[in-house]
C-alpha cells in the first residue's frame, strides 16, 4: 500500500474494522508517519442487465436508487429506508447466480421492496413499470396491493395458539 502522502510504500496497519460491504483500514506510514485509511471491498462480477430491447448495460446501483427516490417524491419515506431496499436488491440480484439479469426482475423486486415501504410510491412505479394504458389497469393494481395490505394485517391480528405438549 504506497502512502497517499510520500508515496512510500511502507505502511502498517493499526486498526481493521468490518463495515456495511468490506473492510475499513487505519494505516500509518512508516516513512513520514502520516495516518490514513483505506476500504477493501469484495469484488464482484460485472452484472449486466438485459432490457426490453435485448440490448445491455451495467447495472447501476445509484440508477436504481435513483429510480425509487422518484416513486418516493413527495412521500413521508427515510432515505436510509430506500438505500437499504437498494442494497437488499443487488444482494438478491448478485445471489441469482448468473452474469445477467432481465430488467424485468429487477423491476418484481423493487415493487416488491417499495410495497412494504410505502403504497403510493410503489403505485407510481409499478405505473411506468408496467406501462398501464388506462385507469382500469391502475385501479386494478391498487385493488391487488388493497387486498395485500387486508391479508397481512389479518395474519399481524391473528393470535398464537398455545402449544399442547404432554
Known sequence: ?????????????IDTREVNDGIR???E???????????????????????????????????????MQVACSKRPVAADAL???????EAELYAMGGNEVKSLAIGELVMKHLRLVDGVAYVRFASVYR???????????????????????????????PLETN
Not at 500500500?1 to 505502511?11: L, Q, R, V, W, Y
Open 1 to 13: 500500500m504506497k502512502c497517499p502522502f510520500c508515496g512510500t510504500s511502507d505502511a502498517r496497519v
Open 25 to 27: 483500514r487505519r494505516r
Open 29 to 67: 506510514c512508516q516513512e513520514c508517519k502520516q495516518r490514513f485509511t483505506t476500504y477493501e471491498r469484495i469484488a464482484t462480477v460485472k452484472l449486466l442487465v438485459v432490457k426490453r430491447d435485448e440490448s445491455r448495460e451495467r447495472f447501476d446501483r445509484d440508477k436504481l436508487l435513483s429510480s
Open 83 to 89: 438505500v437499504e431496499a437498494a442494497r437488499e436488491i
Open 131 to 161: 406501462r398501464f394504458a388506462d385507469v382500469e389497469m391502475m385501479a386494478e393494481e391498487i385493488e391487488a396491493l388493497q387486498e395485500l395490505e387486508r391479508r397481512r394485517l389479518e395474519l399481524e391480528n391473528q393470535m398464537e395458539l
